[in-house]
């Protein structure tokens, strides 16, 4: 059971916007530590996709945007492309455990 | 660019000590703006932070609770690369076993990654 809640799967049809949640509590999200996100094509490693909850890496394409608010936060994914297929995770950081905590992570499917 | 690569075997006997190495490259360890992680993917504990490295002035280290009483990570700054070994380890330690950069410039997101090294637990 991962500290972090995150959907097990969404999908959508190339072009379109798909969002997913992570849902965090009082001691993580709620508790204002920054949000991150990441994206694991099969086989490799994760790559960062979005750090400090909204900003992204250089290289990393505008189609993707996070946001938080209050224990929760979001990535969402517009003009969606089949490169988009990956597992997708955020991260923060749990005060009560005293480390980073990751979601369980979303399968996405481009349909 | 900064790069991250990982060594160690991939099969460990139960009971026996886990050792991985991770070097470092266009970065340095003892970096004032930067912490060096292992981080640990399997299908049943998914994606789990297992504890960090870094240098502020002196060496801190950060372990996750769950792992805190087994592991240490440990710095060598002749050779630029940081390690970690697990002792006592079991078939629940069995995964994929990655080392990463957080850097302060990105609110210590885990900026850069490891090939990552898939590690056996069994006899």
Redesign the interface.
């Known amino acids: 059971q991962?500290v972090l809640t995150q959907p097990p799967s969404v999908s959508g049809a190339p072009g379109q916007r798909v969002t997913i949640s992570c849902t965090g509590s009082s001691s993580n999200i709620g508790a204002a530590y920054?949000v991150?996100w990441?994206q694991q094509l099969p086989g490799?490693?994760?790559?960062?996709l979005i750090?400090?909850s909204s900003?992204r890496?250089s290289g990393v394409p505008d189609r993707f945007s996070g946001s938080k608010s209050g224990t929760s936060a979001s990535l969402a994914i517009t003009g969606l492309q089949a490169e988009d297929e990956a597992d997708y995770?955020c991260?923060s950081?749990d005060s009560s455990?005293?480390?980073?905590?990751?979601?369980?992570?979303t399968k996405l499917t481009v349909l | 660019q900064v790069q991250l690569q990982q060594s160690g075997p991939g099969l460990v006997k139960p009971s026996q000590t886990l050792s991985l190495t991770c070097a470092i490259s266009g970065d340095s360890v003892s970096s004032n703006s930067a912490a060096w992680?292992w981080i640990r993917q399997s299908p049943s504990r998914?994606?789990?932070?297992l504890?960090r490295t870094y240098y502020r002035s002196k060496w801190y280290n950060?372990?996750?609770?769950s792992v805190k009483s087994r592991i240490t990570i440990n710095p060598d700054t002749s050779k630029n690369q940081f390690s970690l070994l697990m002792k006592s380890v079991t078939p629940e330690d069995t995964a994929v076993y990655?080392c990463?950069r957080a850097s302060e410039g990105?609110?210590?997101?885990?900026?850069i990654?490891?090939?990552?090294t898939m590690v056996t637990v069994s006899s």
């Open positions: 991962s920054d991150h990441y490799t490693a994760p790559k960062l750090y400090a900003n890496p995770y991260q950081y455990l005293s480390g980073s905590v990751f979601g369980g992570g | 992680n998914g994606l789990e932070w504890g950060d372990y996750a609770v990655y990463a990105l609110d210590d997101a885990f900026d990654w490891g090939q990552g």
